[in-house]
């Protein structure tokens, strides 16, 4: 990359900080006047040692420093690590928390998707998209407020069950919020079929096709895109998704424009998995009868084993892989993020394109680096 | 205001270094004075009060707590706060979030490129000590060795309320003159 | 394809590199494999048995026997089964073969798990550290034996 440079061509860093980035990272790029011709990434600016602290810690303490590995979706980086102990445990949570589980995993998946295209429309300068995305999303977030008590970090699920039971009146308050939401949907579809310089800057930029992409390890919406249906919740079930009626949205094109609208249509079918969880959610106990789980166990050892789990994250496959030798701390744990092989493709898929085409691109794999980095 | 008059006049056989034609300079800091120690400061404080921009610079989880800060619900831009991208358009630096040892040498490369009056303004548990990530071999405690910081303002992540009221107590301290990022 | 139909014909294929081949439940498979043909054994997943989906690449350390293990999770785009490679090295050498050439997303899972554990592996196309800073490389961070972890990283105690 810092071989000889021709008379026309230079580096530029699009370095730690810089508008166009969902996190830290580094973006070096060598230009021959607008054309990409070589790209490369560094990573590792926010980089904790989540892996090497949750040795240390005991697994309820774990469930804490689960919740900060993606800040945005932090309930389902918790029913990762939560899946991976029960299994290990060899327990079952009743059907109560596992419905109360499922609608938090759908609020958190819409709240995420509308976050993700209202940055990406930052990125290329469609500014409004961002303020009316960000105000639906304040609505999502009130319902996982009432619920967990927070808006961010969670700390919500514990092993057997849930924390807490749902409110009074969240079921009211959710059915009003997505008449709203149906209708926001439907005016966001709109703004992007008809504006002119937002389909100029996005239909027909960086297309990938469904070989290239199962090459090159992505999953999620981007996959997707290309009009392969891979999706944990299809593949191997977890919780009550096999009772469950919703459909996996693809689209063919492989495009920006595509995986905007594979999530917008996720959107829809999440409120739709919504709706029926709170017509078909059994009264019950919240955690498994005859145990000891759900009162205070402040030293649980777990019996040994190892275990590999995967979840559906909003951006791809998520999976932990925890090894436990008997004793109340776990003795490693490898934390597989979605975003990680996405950024990798990154790359490969900018060169011959121009500058502006690097934002389009990057904005609509809608990554968060906390997760890439650990 | 009688003694800025003491000025020397370029003399036609003045060599010093700072002989530049046009240029008249005084030794007394009579300026300086009218600017710093008068009623005059007080207005300009009132005028850099009430037009913080912050840069934005999301690091951590705390980052997603100020992108929500500066939208609807909990808009920023009544206190006269809006977003800048670059550093050199930006009053304020938002530290939001853990800082590690490989990200050091920016950070402190962007507080160089900011221009002076700049405060900085600590968000959430792991600047000010850690937070979560206490142990943890990558990271760098106790950011206020490093730089001059005005406001700690707790919490994992704090709401976007406590955020605004952490503006709101800079403003306070600037009104008081009590602030670290101008010169008195 | 089941998982047992999946196991014999891995046996059949390999049988001195794959040794203690068990099937956990129906989706679930592991075994541990020779660290010298861990290539050919993932280049015939790949083309005969459907498994073109690498989910991760890590390293754990057994200090108590002495060894690090480097652990290889395969999946299929196709079928749900997901199968587990190990592969056992020395804790004073351990170098394997590089598996970039058949998974291409396996870069930066093994350039990650060179910088945390020490493990070489040979023949990758550009072996340096991704998340660490360019100093801390060679203090191998997640062993067990690094000391100073946690006390001495950490200022604020009480």
Same mark, same amino acid.
């Given at each position: 990359?810092?071989?000889?440079?021709?008379?026309?061509?230079?580096?530029?860093h699009?370095?730690?900080q810089?508008?166009?980035?969902p996190?830290p990272?580094?973006?070096?790029?060598?230009?021959?006047?607008?054309?990409?011709?070589?790209?490369d990434?560094?990573?590792g600016?926010i980089?904790?040692?989540?892996?090497?602290?949750l040795e240390?810690?005991?697994?309820?303490?774990?469930?804490?420093?689960?919740?900060?590995?993606?800040y945005?979706? $932090?309930?389902v980086?918790e029913e990762?690590?939560?899946?991976?102990?029960?299994?290990?445990l060899? %327990?079952?949570? #009743?059907?109560?928390?596992?419905? %109360?589980?499922?609608?938090?995993?759908?609020?958190?998946?819409?709240?995420?998707?509308l976050?993700?295209?209202?940055?990406?429309?930052?990125?290329?300068?469609?500014?409004?998209?961002?303020?009316? $995305?960000?105000?639906?999303r304040e609505?999502?977030l009130?319902?996982?407020?009432?619920?967990t008590?927070a808006?961010?970090?969670?700390?919500?699920?514990?092993?057997?069950?849930v924390?807490?039971d749902?409110?009074?009146?969240f079921?009211?308050?959710a059915?009003?919020?997505?008449?709203n939401?149906?209708?926001?949907?439907?005016?966001?579809?709109?703004?992007?079929?008809?504006d002119?310089?937002?389909?100029?800057?996005?239909?027909?930029?960086?297309?990938?096709?469904?070989?290239?992409?199962?090459n090159?390890?992505?999953?999620?919406?981007?996959?997707?895109?290309?009009?392969?249906?891979?999706?944990?919740?299809k593949?191997?079930?977890?919780?009550v998704?096999?009772?469950?009626?919703?459909?996996?949205c693809?689209?063919?094109?492989?495009?920006?424009?595509?995986?905007?609208?594979?999530?917008?249509n996720?959107?829809?079918?999440?409120i739709?998995?919504?709706?029926?969880?709170?017509?078909?959610i059994?009264?019950?106990?919240?955690?498994?009868?005859?145990?000891?789980?759900?009162?205070?166990?402040?030293?649980m050892?777990?019996?040994?084993?190892e275990v590999?789990h995967?979840?559906?994250?909003?951006?791809?496959?998520?999976g932990?892989?925890?090894?436990?030798?008997?004793?109340?701390?776990?003795?490693?744990?490898?934390?597989?993020?979605?975003?990680?092989p996405?950024?990798?493709a990154l790359?490969?898929l900018?060169?011959?394109?121009?500058?502006?085409?690097?934002?389009?691109?990057?904005?609509?794999?809608?990554?968060?680096?906390?997760?890439?980095d650990? | 205001?009688g003694?800025v008059?003491?000025?020397k006049?370029?003399? #036609?056989?003045?060599?010093s270094?700072?002989?530049?034609?046009?240029?008249?300079? =005084?030794?007394?800091?009579?300026?300086s004075?009218l600017?710093?120690?008068?009623?005059?400061q007080?207005l300009?404080n009132?005028?850099r009060?009430?037009?913080?921009?912050?840069?934005?610079?999301?690091?951590?989880?705390?980052?997603?707590?100020?992108?929500?800060?500066?939208?609807?619900?909990?808009? =920023?831009?009544?206190f006269?706060i809006?977003?800048?991208n670059?550093?050199?358009?930006?009053?304020?630096?938002l530290?939001?979030?853990?800082?590690t040892?490989?990200?050091?040498? $920016?950070?402190?490369?962007?507080?160089?490129?900011?221009?002076?009056?700049?405060?900085?303004?600590?968000?959430?548990?792991?600047?000010?000590?850690?937070?979560?990530?206490?142990?943890?071999?990558?990271?760098?405690?106790?950011i206020?060795e490093?730089?001059?910081?005005?406001?700690?303002?707790?919490?994992? #992540? #704090?709401?976007?309320?406590?955020?605004?009221?952490?503006?709101?107590?800079?403003q306070e301290?600037?009104?008081?003159?009590?602030?670290?990022?101008?010169?008195? | 394809?089941?998982?047992?139909?999946?196991?014999k014909?891995l046996?059949?294929?390999?049988?001195?590199?794959?040794s203690?081949?068990t099937?956990?439940?129906?989706?679930?498979a592991g075994?541990?494999?020779?660290?010298?043909?861990?290539?050919k054994?993932?280049q015939?997943?790949?083309?005969?048995?459907?498994?073109?989906?690498?989910?991760?690449?890590?390293?754990v350390?057994?200090?108590?026997?002495?060894?690090?293990?480097?652990?290889?999770?395969?999946?299929?785009?196709n079928?749900?089964?997901?199968?587990?490679?190990?592969?056992?090295l020395?804790?004073?050498?351990?170098?394997?073969?590089?598996?970039?050439?058949?998974?291409?997303n $396996?870069?930066?899972?093994?350039?990650?798990?060179?910088?945390?554990f020490?493990?070489?592996?040979?023949?990758?196309p550009n072996l340096?550290s991704?998340?660490?800073?360019?100093?801390m490389?060679g203090?191998?961070?997640?062993?067990?034996?690094?000391?100073?972890?946690?006390?001495?990283?950490?200022?604020?105690?009480?």
């Amino acid at each position: 990359m810092e071989e000889q440079l021709e008379p026309n061509e230079m580096i530029v860093h699009l370095g730690p900080q810089h508008p166009m980035q969902p996190g830290p990272f580094r973006l070096n790029l060598r230009l021959k006047g607008e054309t990409v011709v070589d790209a490369d990434i560094e990573l590792g600016f926010i980089h904790k040692g989540i892996e090497k602290i949750l040795e240390n810690k005991t697994y309820l303490q774990g469930i804490t420093i689960v919740d900060r590995i993606c800040y945005l979706v $932090a309930l389902v980086n918790e029913e990762c690590f939560v899946g991976c102990t029960e299994k290990l445990l060899g %327990i079952k949570p #009743p059907e109560r928390s596992q419905y %109360i589980r499922v609608i938090l995993d759908e609020l958190t998946r819409i709240q995420s998707h509308l976050l993700g295209m209202g940055e990406f429309g930052e990125f290329i300068g469609f500014v409004s998209m961002f303020m009316y $995305a960000i105000r639906e999303r304040e609505e999502v977030l009130g319902l996982i407020d009432m619920v967990t008590g927070a808006r961010v970090t969670h700390s919500y699920l514990k092993f057997g069950g849930v924390r807490d039971d749902l409110p009074d009146g969240f079921k009211e308050k959710a059915l009003s919020v997505f008449n709203n939401l149906k209708k926001s949907v439907d005016d966001f579809e709109e703004m992007f079929h008809t504006d002119r310089i937002f389909r100029e800057r996005t239909v027909g930029v960086g297309v990938l096709t469904a070989d290239v992409a199962k090459n090159l390890g992505v999953s999620g919406p981007v996959l997707r895109a290309t009009g392969v249906p891979f999706d944990i919740r299809k593949n191997e079930p977890y919780l009550v998704y096999k009772d469950l009626d919703f459909k996996v949205c693809t689209e063919t094109a492989g495009d920006c424009f595509a995986r905007v609208q594979v999530r917008i249509n996720e959107i829809r079918e999440s409120i739709y998995i919504l709706e029926q969880c709170l017509d078909q959610i059994p009264g019950g106990p919240l955690f498994p009868e005859g145990t000891m789980y759900g009162r205070r166990t402040p030293v649980m050892r777990v019996p040994a084993g190892e275990v590999f789990h995967r979840v559906e994250d909003p951006r791809g496959e998520m999976g932990m892989y925890m090894i436990s030798d008997g004793s109340d701390k776990p003795y490693r744990v490898k934390i597989r993020g979605p975003y990680y092989p996405t950024l990798q493709a990154l790359p490969p898929l900018i060169i011959g394109t121009t500058v502006a085409d690097v934002a389009s691109i990057s904005g609509s794999m809608d990554g968060c680096t906390s997760e890439a980095d650990r | 205001m009688g003694e800025v008059k003491e000025k020397k006049a370029s003399k #036609p056989d003045e060599t010093s270094e700072e002989g530049i034609p046009g240029v008249i300079t =005084t030794t007394t800091s009579a300026i300086s004075d009218l600017l710093k120690k008068t009623k005059v400061q007080d207005l300009i404080n009132w005028g850099r009060k009430n037009s913080l921009w912050f840069m934005t610079q999301p690091m951590g989880c705390c980052g997603v707590e100020m992108i929500a800060m500066g939208c609807a619900h909990y808009d =920023t831009d009544r206190f006269g706060i809006i977003p800048r991208n670059s550093p050199r358009q930006a009053d304020v630096m938002l530290i939001s979030g853990y800082v590690t040892k490989k990200y050091l040498p $920016a950070l402190k490369r962007l507080w160089e490129q900011m221009p002076s009056p700049k405060w900085v303004m600590c968000i959430g548990d792991c600047s000010i000590s850690g937070g979560p990530f206490y142990e943890s071999y990558s990271t760098v405690q106790n950011i206020d060795e490093i730089f001059p910081i005005d406001v700690f303002v707790p919490g994992c #992540p #704090p709401r976007p309320e406590a955020m605004l009221q952490g503006f709101v107590e800079l403003q306070e301290k600037i009104k008081a003159k009590k602030d670290l990022g101008s010169e008195y | 394809m089941d998982v047992a139909e999946i196991l014999k014909s891995l046996t059949d294929a390999f049988p001195e590199a794959i040794s203690e081949a068990t099937a956990e439940s129906e989706i679930r498979a592991g075994s541990y494999v020779d660290k010298d043909k861990v290539k050919k054994v993932c280049q015939y997943l790949k083309d005969s048995l459907q498994f073109d989906h690498l989910c991760s690449v890590c390293g754990v350390d057994y200090i108590k026997r002495n060894e690090l293990e480097v652990v290889y999770h395969i999946a299929s785009y196709n079928h749900p089964v997901v199968l587990t490679l190990k592969a056992r090295l020395p804790r004073e050498n351990p170098e394997i073969e590089s598996i970039v050439s058949v998974y291409w997303n $396996a870069n930066w899972y093994e350039r990650e798990t060179y910088e945390l554990f020490g493990i070489l592996f040979k023949n990758h196309p550009n072996l340096k550290s991704l998340v660490l800073p360019e100093d801390m490389l060679g203090e191998w961070p997640l062993r067990k034996d690094y000391e100073g972890f946690p006390n001495k990283t950490a200022r604020n105690l009480v």
